[in-house]
C-alpha cells in the first residue's frame, strides 16, 4: 500500500498551505492509519504557526513525527485520530490515537498508536494529548484530598486539568481567567468559575496556564503559605516578569515546572501508561465543553491564521477528515 497523501503544512509563518505528501510502503511492524480527526493545539501550535519558537527551543520542541524545520517550512502537530487500514490483526479497523501531524493518511510503527477506548468518541479523543499534559501536571503537583486547588487560565490545559481534579474528593477546584465566557466552560467541567480580581485565595496548589506574567503573578498571590504554584504556561520568546520580593520569600512559596516530556521521578509510569491512563479518562462527557469549532480539513489553510490570533475564539478546535 502506498500513494499519497494530503497534509498541512507550515510553509512560512502565518501562513499554511496543503500539500501532498509521499504514503511509504509499510513494513513488517507498521500501521497504515486513515485519519479521521485532528486538533489544533490552541497554545503551542499556535505558536509554531506564528514563528515564535526561540531557535534556542527548535531541537527540543521537535514533534515526534514533524517534518521539515523550524521556523518553516515544517509540518507540525501531534493530535491525531484515525482508523487502522494495515496492520497486526489487533489494530485492524480499531480507532487509534497517535502524535501525528494534520495528514490524511500515514505510516507509522504499530507501537506508535494508542487504541481509543470504545466509550469515547473519536472526534474527543484529539483531547488525549492535552489530557496526558494535565494528568502529568497532577502528578507533579500531587494534590491531597481536600485540598484547596486554582486553576490559573481556562485554556485547552488549564480547562483538562480542571475536569481531572474535580473528580478528586472533598477538593474546591476553581478554574480563574480574564474570559467571562470560560464560566459555562466551568460549569460543564463541575468546578467554581472566577475573574483573577475575584479568585478564592488560600491555596494548597495552584496549576498556572494562561502563558502571561499577569496570570503567573496572581497564582502566587492566590498561595497559602508554603503553597506551590505548578507552572505549566510555555512562553515561546516572550520575556517572563515576576514579583519575588514582596511575600514570595516571607511565606516560602513554590514555584515548579511542569512538561509532558518528562514524569515526576518515582510514578513508576511509562508514557505508554500515561497515555493510556489519558483517553480513559476522557470517557467523562464533560471534556466535550472543550470542544469549541470544527473545521473541514481542506479548509485548515483558512482557519489556522484565525485560531492564531485569536479572530477564532476557541478551545479544541477539531479538523474533520473526509471519509473515503
Given at each position: 500500500m502506498s500513494g499519497d497523501a494530503q497534509a498541512f503544512w507550515l510553509a512560512s509563518p502565518g501562513r499554511g498551505e496543503i500539500r501532498s505528501s509521499p504514503v511509504p510502503v509499510p513494513g513488517r511492524d507498521d500501521v497504515v492509519v486513515r485519519t479521521l480527526h485532528t486538533g489544533v493545539s490552541r497554545g503551542t501550535e499556535t505558536l509554531v504557526f506564528t514563528g515564535a519558537v526561540p531557535e534556542s527551543q527548535w531541537e527540543s520542541m521537535r514533534a515526534p513525527f514533524q517534518e521539515g524545520d523550524?521556523?518553516?517550512?515544517?509540518?507540525?502537530?501531534?493530535?491525531?485520530?484515525?482508523?487502522?487500514?494495515?496492520?497486526?490483526?489487533?489494530?485492524?479497523?480499531?480507532?487509534?490515537?497517535?502524535?501525528?501531524?494534520?495528514?490524511?493518511?500515514?505510516?507509522?510503527?504499530?507501537?506508535?498508536?494508542?487504541?481509543?477506548?470504545?466509550?469515547?468518541?473519536?472526534?474527543?479523543?484529539?483531547?488525549?494529548?492535552?489530557?496526558?499534559?494535565?494528568?502529568?501536571?497532577?502528578?507533579?503537583?500531587?494534590?491531597?484530598?481536600?485540598?484547596?486547588?486554582?486553576?490559573?487560565?481556562?485554556?485547552?490545559?488549564?480547562?483538562?486539568?480542571?475536569?481531572?481534579?474535580?473528580t478528586l474528593p472533598g477538593v474546591r477546584v476553581?478554574?480563574?481567567?480574564?474570559?467571562?465566557?470560560?464560566?459555562?466552560?466551568?460549569?460543564?467541567?463541575?468546578?467554581?468559575?472566577?475573574?483573577?480580581?475575584?479568585?478564592?485565595?488560600?491555596?494548597?496548589?495552584v496549576i498556572h496556564a494562561s502563558a502571561t506574567s499577569a496570570g503567573l503573578t496572581r497564582s502566587l498571590e492566590l498561595l497559602a503559605h508554603e503553597g506551590t504554584v505548578v507552572e505549566l504556561s510555555w512562553y515561546g520568546d516572550k520575556q517572563v516578569s515576576v514579583p519575588l520580593g514582596e511575600f514570595f520569600h516571607a511565606r516560602r512559596l513554590t514555584i515548579r515546572s511542569s512538561q509532558v516530556g518528562n514524569i515526576v521521578p518515582g510514578r513508576r509510569r511509562s508514557y505508554a501508561d500515561r497515555l493510556a491512563l489519558s483517553l480513559e479518562l476522557l470517557a467523562n462527557p464533560a471534556f466535550e465543553a472543550l470542544i469549541t469549532g470544527r473545521t473541514p480539513f481542506a479548509e485548515l489553510p483558512d482557519v489556522m491564521p484565525r485560531l492564531a490570533d485569536g479572530s477564532l475564539p476557541a478551545l479544541c478546535h477539531v479538523i474533520d477528515y473526509p471519509e473515503e
Open positions: 523550524f521556523p518553516a517550512p515544517v509540518k507540525y502537530g501531534y493530535l491525531n485520530v484515525g482508523v487502522v487500514e494495515h496492520g497486526p490483526s489487533a489494530l485492524l479497523g480499531r480507532t487509534v490515537f497517535s502524535l501525528y501531524p494534520h495528514q490524511t493518511r500515514y505510516v507509522v510503527p504499530a507501537s506508535a498508536v494508542t487504541v481509543v477506548p470504545d466509550g469515547v468518541p473519536p472526534h474527543r479523543a484529539v483531547l488525549a494529548g492535552t489530557v496526558e499534559t494535565a494528568v502529568n501536571a497532577l502528578w507533579d503537583a500531587a494534590p491531597l484530598i481536600g485540598d484547596r486547588i486554582a486553576v490559573v487560565g481556562g485554556g485547552m490545559v488549564g480547562c483538562s486539568v480542571a475536569a481531572i481534579a474535580a476553581q478554574l480563574v481567567d480574564v474570559d467571562s465566557a470560560r464560566a459555562r466552560t466551568a460549569a460543564a467541567l463541575g468546578v467554581s468559575f472566577a475573574h483573577p480580581a475575584d479568585a478564592d485565595g488560600d491555596c494548597d496548589v
